[in-house]
């Protein structure tokens, strides 16, 4: 049976990280694996995190399972975070994920069982796993115009020209914020006519929200989702607690099934509890229980939006300052997109040949498409980014 199994594409992500530990330069730096990072370029854990998970250890006394889809304390805490009132406790179905990247999966999973024949449509770019998991189900997929690669900003027009070919039923896969790769977003008036679109086409959004509370704020960044889940008949979240809380490693995630009519919500509640059944049986809890306790305890909150709001602002200090020394170097304004997008990422639009130039020379290390994570980068650093990019001729 093994003798039958083919070699896998290598994950670019995953080559880039070996690459730059091989690096033996001092002053190498890793803007490429999408994690989070502090200017001595550690990923800590956050405080409130810390504090619930110590005393989550003096308090919890078992292991057992919680249930099929998780803890429904953990659902009510991130359908609040996520959607706020813009919908009720009734009319969304919730299921814990292993991550963002589980619910996801989970996601599709529902889709193609209510809908083998709904085209997924995907924004160009993307997350490289979204299609690397619908090809995987062997689920039609087609892609819409997304990044203007000669603004750096979203191409809007083609956008809805391109999802103007779907067909009622298809499903659109949407970035809640902070787009990834490219950091380009869509303004809330822009999100107001997709979702009138959507509605007019009889489309289906699928909202994959990884970075709320790294671009705008945390209410800011949720206003596409709110305002789908205010207005289409129904749609789906995938919500990932990877990033703004930091508990990568606990593979803390949630689906949630939002539907206009309440009554639709019990099938909807069973359904995803039994595909959690099919595939995992009981999620992880660890980090979906620190997640919970971090959201319902006033001073835990507090504290964890105080330092993920220094991680935000963290970031778009840095964006200003990258754009500032590119803004310097180049006696033009051609680099201002840098700090105009939002998250961890923004697509530089390099070519492949210009990103192992600045890898070759400067011992910067960023995925072949340009996509760099900014939060890689610190004081020292954002000049040696602007003098490769400058010197590479971006």
């Known amino acids: 049976m093994f003798d ?21 330069r001092e002053d190498k730096v ?14 800590p854990v ?14 919890e006394d078992t292991k ?5 889809a998780g803890d429904p304390g953990f659902h009510d805490a991130m359908r609040a975070l996520v959607l706020n009132d813009c919908v009720s406790r009734d009319q969304v179905a919730a299921a814990a994920a292993p991550g963002g990247t589980g619910a996801i999966r989970q996601g599709l999973e529902l889709i193609r069982m209510a809908a083998p024949d709904a085209r997924i449509w995907l924004s160009a770019p ?15 997929m087609a892609e819409y115009r997304y990044f203007d690669a000669d603004t750096r900003g979203v191409d809007f027009g083609g956008m809805l020209t391109d999802l103007d070919a779907a067909k009622p039923g298809d499903v659109v896969l949407l970035h809640g914020c ?15 006519e997709v979702a009138y679109f959507l509605k007019a086409k009889q489309l289906i959004p699928f909202v994959d929200i990884a970075y709320q509370g790294f671009g705008d ?28 809380f930091g508990v990568y490693r606990e593979r803390a995630g949630l689906l949630m099934a939002v539907s206009q009519d309440p009554a639709k919500t019990p099938l909807n509640q069973g359904t995803v509890a039994f595909l959690n059944r099919q595939n995992y049986s009981f999620p992880p809890d660890h980090g979906a229980r620190l997640v919970t306790m971090v959201l319902t305890d006033d001073a835990l909150r507090a504290d964890w939006l105080a330092e993920l709001e220094g991680i935000r602002t963290g970031m778009l200090t840095l964006r200003q300052t990258l754009a500032d020394a590119l803004r310097k170097r180049t006696n033009s304004d051609r680099f201002d997109f840098i700090a105009q ?21 400067h011992g910067i290390y960023m995925v072949s498409d340009s996509r760099l994570n900014i939060a890689g980068l610190n004081a020292q650093s954002v000049p040696v980014l602007a003098d490769a990019i400058v010197a590479a001729g971006v």
Not at 178 to 191: F, I, V
Not at 217 to 244: V, W, Y
Not at 348 to 357: D, F, I, P, R
Request: proline share 7%.
């Open 341 to 361: 997008h939002r998250g961890m990422f923004s697509r530089l639009g390099a070519t492949e040949a210009q990103v192992e130039q600045m890898r070759q020379s």
């Open 64 to 68: 057992s399972y919680t249930g099929l």
């Open 4 to 24: 039958a199994l083919k070699p896998q594409p290598a994950d670019k992500i995953l080559s880039l990280m070996a690459a730059f530990r091989e690096d033996p």
């Open 46 to 59: 956050m405080r409130a995190v810390k504090a619930a998970e110590q005393k989550l250890w003096q308090t």
């Open 217 to 244: 704020g945390l209410d800011a960044d949720a206003f596409g989702p709110r305002h789908l889940a205010k207005t289409q008949p129904e749609m789906l979240i995938a919500a990932s607690c990877s990033k703004n």
């Open 178 to 192: 902070c787009h990834n790769p490219t950091g380009a977003n869509l303004t809330a008036s822009q999100w107001q």
């Open 126 to 140: 993307t997350w490289p796993n979204h299609p690397s998991i619908i090809k995987y189900l062997g689920m039609p």
């Open 30 to 43: 890793d803007l490429g694996v999408g994690v989070y990072k502090n200017a001595e370029g550690r990923t």
